[in-house]
């Protein structure tokens, strides 16, 4: 079955660690997004890439950078210079018509040790 | 500036009576309306969408929304709540023409028994 696959599910960050969060989809969508899911606060875009080797900042892209190197993976870094790192992240892609829908993995939860 | 909004934080229903969770939104020119659900821990799900035509529009599980275009509303509605639809819901609109969502805050929805 077609789908995205996050992982792994849940992480641990220790102090001045980067990690890196994975993001594979067999859908064939062109564009990619990865959000942040706070309590209580909705979801808020990271970032975002329409095409391969491409990628866009969004509404809270600091301490987090990406890669588009292939069509179905879009791998996420948290950095060092994320002060809050803990949260829930999700991962999307759609085909590039604003009337096609976002389909989601089931998220990676990352913790700080 | 686009924007959502879920005005209940939480919506408490009995199994076997309707339900009606809210959302508002404001957007320049056509909008493009979404509803997802998530359970816990797990990615959100499509449920229906508004892109044009009928005002009512019916999507997975029996849920139905209304557009309401002079209220700028996109209400989700079902007839009969099961206590299996307890999750938090949440209402998107589609900005610009980049596929990216912006989400509304979200409202748990508490069936009850």
């Known amino acids: 079955d077609g789908g995205i696959t996050q992982s792994p599910k849940y992480l641990f960050r220790k102090e001045g660690q980067n990690v890196t969060l994975s993001c594979e989809q067999n859908l064939n969508h062109d564009a990619m997004y990865w959000y942040r899911q706070d309590p209580g606060q909705g979801l808020r875009l990271i970032y975002y890439s329409q095409i391969v080797n491409d990628f866009q900042k969004g509404d809270i892209a600091e301490g987090y950078s990406v890669s588009r190197e292939k069509k179905e993976s879009f791998p996420l870094t948290v950095t060092s210079a994320q002060k809050n790192p803990t949260a829930f992240y999700l991962c999307?892609?759609?085909?590039?018509?604003?009337?096609?829908?976002?389909?989601f993995g089931d998220g990676t939860r990352l913790s700080i040790l | 500036a686009q924007s959502v909004a879920q005005p209940e934080d939480q919506v408490n229903v009995a199994e076997g009576n309707p339900l009606t969770v809210k959302c508002t939104y404001s957007?320049?020119?056509?909008?493009?309306l979404f509803w997802y659900v998530q359970y816990p821990n797990r990615g959100l799900q499509f449920l229906l969408k508004?892109?044009?035509?009928?005002?009512l529009v019916k999507g997975s599980y029996g849920f139905e929304a209304e557009f309401n275009k002079s209220q700028t509303s996109f209400h989700l509605k079902k007839p009969s709540a099961l206590v299996s639809d307890s999750a938090l819901y949440f209402c998107?609109?589609?900005?610009?023409?980049?596929?990216?969502?912006?989400f509304g805050q979200g409202t748990t929805l508490q069936v009850k028994p």
């Open positions: 957007v320049s020119g056509n909008p493009y």
């Open positions: 998107a609109v589609r900005g610009g023409n980049t596929g990216k969502l912006i």
């Open positions: 999307a892609s759609t085909r590039p018509n604003v009337r096609q829908t976002q389909h």
């Open positions: 508004y892109i044009t035509g009928d005002n």
